[in-house]
């Protein structure tokens, strides 16, 4: 399986300022087709994941562009431009050029 | 706009099977631009893929549960359902049924989840 590893797992932030999470894959993530399959999903508490990026940069309906992500190969970056309170909660990457469809452990954004 | 709920049993006995169904409204499970998949959240852990089907029946499951796991479409009833063998205290988990874009491979859109636990 594609070990998904990111950090950290704990970012502290102040509002208004802004956060990076990395993940980093174990193996590339170039799909046959040429795509790279590298999303980003936030969870609140309580609350299903829902869908930031797509394709390591490509911003979801409805997603505040305060939101970017970036990287190639094995390594990726998400980051948040002006931190706002309803940002808090946890985010995961997730690969999806191989099978098993695998997910980073976690990186639990909070509020100084 | 498609939403997605599921529902089933929110305890089940160790050794027996778990059973969920995804109900899909606001969109057709006969999609060809969907697959549909399961994901577990055991309580404040990460998220594990499951496994995932296509309207045609094509599915495919995560190896280390494969052994366990069957995934089944019904399109009569916009549906599509999870059943797992043999459960442990380990499959203890928020269950959640997800729609994965065929084009752009990712999880579009998600039902709230469901608790089941597994009890000895």
């Known amino acids: 399986d594609v070990v998904m590893t990111q950090t950290p797992l704990s970012s502290p932030v102040t509002l208004g300022q802004p956060a990076s999470i990395s993940c980093r894959s174990s193996?590339?993530?170039?799909?046959?087709?040429?795509?790279?399959?590298l999303s980003w999903l936030h969870q609140r508490p309580g609350q299903p994941p829902r869908l930031l990026i797509y394709?390591?940069?490509s911003r979801f309906s409805g997603v505040p562009d305060r939101f970017s992500g970036s990287g190639a190969g094995t390594d990726f970056t998400l980051k948040i431009s002006r931190v706002e309170a309803e940002d808090v909660g946890v985010y995961y990457c997730?690969?999806?050029?191989?099978?098993?469809?695998?997910f980073g452990q976690g990186t639990k954004v909070e509020i100084k | 706009q498609l939403q997605l709920q599921e529902s089933g049993p929110g305890l089940v006995k160790a050794s027996e099977t778990l059973s969920l169904t995804c109900t899909a409204s606001?969109?057709?499970?006969?999609?060809?631009?969907?697959?549909w998949g399961w994901i577990r959240q055991p309580p404040g852990k990460g998220l594990e893929w499951i496994g995932s089907i296509y309207y045609t029946g094509t599915t495919y499951y995560n190896p280390s549960l494969k052994s366990r796991v069957a995934i089944s479409v019904d399109t009569s009833k916009n549906q599509f359902s999870l059943k797992l063998t043999s459960v442990s205290a380990a499959d203890t988990a928020v269950y959640y049924c997800a729609s994965l874009d065929w084009d752009i491979l990712c999880l579009t859109m998600w039902g709230r989840g469901t608790l089941v636990t597994v009890s000895s």
């Open positions: 394709k390591i940069s």
């Open positions: 997730m690969q999806a050029t191989h099978f098993p469809r695998t």
């Open positions: 193996q590339g993530l170039v799909h046959s087709d040429g795509n790279t399959y």
């Open positions: 606001g969109g057709s499970i006969s999609s060809s631009s969907y697959y």
